[in-house]
């Protein structure tokens, strides 16, 4: 290839991982936008692997009739071929190309890499957790994707040991919160279509007390991702802000709603309700 057929096959696959986040995100989508054009390019080729990923073990794969063990052996495939383009810088296939150019970029690899297909694969055929499981299994699946996204915001920065713990310990217990959040709005749905049981003692059903726990436990996570936030920069602050907004938002509807209203319908937060959290995390970015 010459530069410019490199050029251009590297521009195709960033489209092509920005097609997945505008068509599969809302809220995290949504955050983004604040983000300047290149870091907001890079958050997007982790989200597209993330999001393939995903849809391989619990959508349109399992849709389409592809069976379990051949859903496992293409997650197999997938984690290889992000293996192989993190040593070669190229893919054939797109989405993984363009992770992979992030990736090199900001030294992401595949210890990041292989927990988050680890914690996919128990989405196979895994249908209860217990606590140390769940707690490997949110590492692999979201606490790790904060770690990739840190990557690419501290692209340059210079950190002491301290700061580097408190990014570190916020971006991690950032993404546990998004999963918690995520694991309560589609519990019913897990549940009752996948067989699937995330908290322990709710192989049966959710009950109030259980709910609590958990929410408590978001916000405490939360609590200590907001020590982290301050210390990012200024480029990428209002942008994790606005997304710990939206989930904090979902958090209070969630503890608001009964738990019998929660197995029939999945929490959102309203459009205007995230154009009110942007609208300030943008007034946020442009007096910093």
């Given amino acids: ?3 410019t057929d490199q050029d251009l096959y590297d521009a195709t696959a960033k489209s092509s991982a920005s097609i997945v986040i505008r068509k599969y995100s809302t809220s995290f989508g949504w955050a983004s936008r604040l983000l300047d054009a290149s870091t907001r390019n890079h958050i997007a080729h982790i989200y597209a692997l ?10 349109p794969a399992e849709m389409a009739g592809v069976h379990t ?4 052996l293409l997650l197999d495939e997938l984690e290889a071929e992000t293996e192989r383009a993190l040593q070669l810088g190229f893919s054939t296939n797109l989405i993984v190309h363009a992770f992979a150019l992030t990736a090199r970029a900001h030294g992401i690899g595949m210890d990041l890499c292989r927990p988050f297909f680890e914690s996919m694969r128990r989405d196979i055929d895994t249908k209860s957790f217990s606590e140390a499981e769940l707690e490997d299994y949110i590492y692999g699946s979201a606490e790790v994707i904060g770690l990739m996204c840190l990557a690419v915001f501290e692209s340059g920065m210079i950190r002491n040991g301290d700061q ?14 998004f999963q918690k959040v ?3 709005r589609d519990f019913a749905g897990d ?3 996948l067989g699937r049981a995330y908290f322990p003692g709710t192989e049966k059903e959710l009950t109030e007390v259980t709910k609590a726990d958990v929410v408590a436990s978001i916000r405490q996570d939360l609590r200590i991702a907001d020590e982290s936030i301050p210390l990012l920069a200024a480029g990428c602050r209002a942008s994790v802000w606005a997304a710990r907004a939206m989930f904090s938002e979902l958090t209070d509807r969630i503890e608001s709603t009964p738990v019998p209203v929660l197995m029939r319908a999945r929490v959102r937060v309203p459009n205007p309700v995230k154009m009110r959290i942007l609208a300030r995390a943008l007034r946020m970015k442009v007096t910093r």
């Fill in 69 to 72: 063990a051949a859903r496992a």
């Fill in 50 to 59: 993330v999001r393939i990923a995903d849809e391989l073990i619990d959508g």
């Fill in 182 to 184: 995520n694991f309560l």
């Fill in 191 to 193: 549940h009752d279509d």
């Fill in 164 to 177: 580097r713990e408190r990014l570190h310990a916020g971006a991690r217990r950032l993404g546990a919160a």
């Fill in 1 to 3: 290839m010459n530069t």
